[in-house]
C-alpha cells in the first residue's frame, strides 16, 4: 500500500501548473507528479516520493486539502484501498477517490522538430506561479503570450510581464533554417512563428513542460518596458503583501487598488463606493511622492520573489517594475 509525503510547497506547485496546462487530475508514479491538459502536459519531481503502482488523484482534491495548511506542511497520502487515498497532516484528514481507469499514463513526445528551452531560475515553483497569470479573465487575450528574447523567457498576459533568464537550444533543426521569434500562448497551447508541426520543451529544476505549437506572433512588449528610471522606491514584501491583500477585499474594481508613495511609507487603498474602505501603510524608502493604481494580485505575485520589494517607475502612467515584473497600472 502507498504511504508517502508531499510537502505543501510542492502540492501548490502542482497545483498551480495544473491550472496552466488545464489538467483535472494528475498521476503519481516513481518520484514524479505527471499533469496531462489537451495540448499542454508537466512533470514535476516530488521530493521524497516513491510509489510503485501509478496513482491518479484529482488536482481540486489536493488543492482543497492543502490550500489551508501551513507553510512547511507535509501532506502524508495513504492507499486505504484501490479507489481510496487519505490525506492528512496532523488532525486534518480527508478521503479522496484514487482514479485507477485514469490509464492516462503520460507519455513524454517523441519530438521530431523540438525547440529547448532551458530556465535557469532553479525555483520553479515560483516560476508556475509566474506560468499562472496567463490564465486570467482578461479581454486582452490577443497580448497573451510565452515568448523567447534577448535570452530570457518572457511570459505576460497584456496587464504583467516576467523576463526568465534561459538558454534556447535547438534539437534536429539548424539555426539558419529556424528563426526563433516567439512562443505564444493562448488556449493552452504554446505557439511559435516560424512553422507548423513544432514542439516546445520547457525545462527547469524539478519540472518539465511540453506543449504542441502553431503559428502566432508575440505582442511588441518591448515598446511597454521603461527606457529609463526616474522614481524608485522600495519596502519589505511580506508586509506589503499583506497590505495588498486586505486593501484586495475592499475594492469594488477587479481587486484594482492604489498606492500612494510618499517620504518615508508607502500608503495601501482600497475603496469601496459608499463605504470607508481600507488604508495601511508599510515603511519604505521613497524618491518621490507620487501614487498609482493597479491590479493587487501582480504585486502579491511580485512579493514572492524577493524578500525586498524594488519599485522602479519612468512615470505614473508608464508601466512599471516591482522586483522583476512589469505591471501595466490602471486608468480608472
Do not use: W
Not at 498551480?16 to 494528475?26: H, N
Not at 492528512?88 to 519530438?111: G, H, L, M, W
Amino acid at each position: 500500500m502507498e504511504n508517502f509525503l508531499i510537502s505543501k510547497e510542492t502540492a501548490q506547485s502542482i497545483v498551480s501548473m495544473a491550472g496552466f496546462c488545464k489538467a483535472q487530475f494528475m498521476i503519481l508514479s516513481g518520484r514524479e507528479c505527471a499533469l496531462i491538459g489537451s495540448v499542454t502536459q508537466a512533470v514535476i519531481e516530488v521530493p521524497g516520493m516513491e510509489s510503485p503502482t501509478p496513482i491518479g488523484i484529482m488536482v481540486a482534491d489536493l488543492s482543497a486539502f492543502s490550500g489551508s495548511l501551513p507553510e512547511g506542511a507535509n501532506i502524508q497520502v495513504e492507499a486505504l484501498s484501490e479507489s481510496k487515498l487519505k490525506l492528512s497532516y496532523k488532525r486534518q484528514r480527508a478521503e479522496v477517490s484514487c482514479i485507477k481507469d485514469s490509464t492516462a499514463s503520460f507519455f513524454a513526445p517523441n519530438f521530431g522538430e523540438c525547440v529547448s528551452v532551458k530556465v535557469s531560475d532553479p525555483k520553479f515553483a515560483e516560476i508556475s506561479k509566474y506560468l499562472s497569470m496567463l490564465d486570467v479573465s482578461d479581454q486582452r487575450f490577443y497580448a497573451r503570450g510565452i515568448g523567447c528574447s534577448d535570452g530570457s523567457l518572457v511570459i505576460t498576459n497584456g496587464v504583467a510581464l516576467m523576463a526568465i533568464e534561459s538558454e534556447i537550444q535547438f534539437k534536429n533543426i539548424l539555426p539558419k533554417e529556424f528563426v526563433l521569434q516567439a512562443l505564444r500562448m493562448e488556449d493552452s497551447t504554446l505557439r511559435i512563428s516560424g512553422g507548423e508541426n513544432l514542439y516546445a520543451k520547457i525545462e527547469s529544476e524539478g519540472i518539465t513542460v511540453y506543449g504542441s505549437m502553431i503559428v502566432g506572433t508575440m505582442p511588441p512588449f518591448k515598446r511597454a518596458v521603461p527606457t529609463e528610471i526616474n522614481f524608485t522606491s522600495s519596502c519589505e514584501s511580506k508586509s506589503l503583501s499583506s497590505l495588498v491583500k486586505t486593501a484586495e477585499a475592499y475594492s469594488s474594481k477587479n481587486s484594482v487598488i492604489e498606492l500612494r508613495f510618499k517620504e518615508g511609507q508607502i500608503e495601501v487603498v482600497g475603496e469601496v463606493s459608499g463605504s470607508k474602505g481600507f488604508s495601511g501603510i508599510v515603511d519604505a524608502q521613497c524618491s518621490n511622492e507620487f501614487k498609482v493604481l493597479c491590479h493587487g494580485s501582480y504585486l502579491r505575485l511580485a512579493c514572492l520573489m524577493n524578500n525586498e520589494c524594488d519599485f522602479r517607475f519612468e512615470s505614473a502612467e508608464r508601466p512599471f517594475f516591482c522586483n522583476n515584473l512589469l505591471i501595466v497600472p490602471c486608468r480608472f
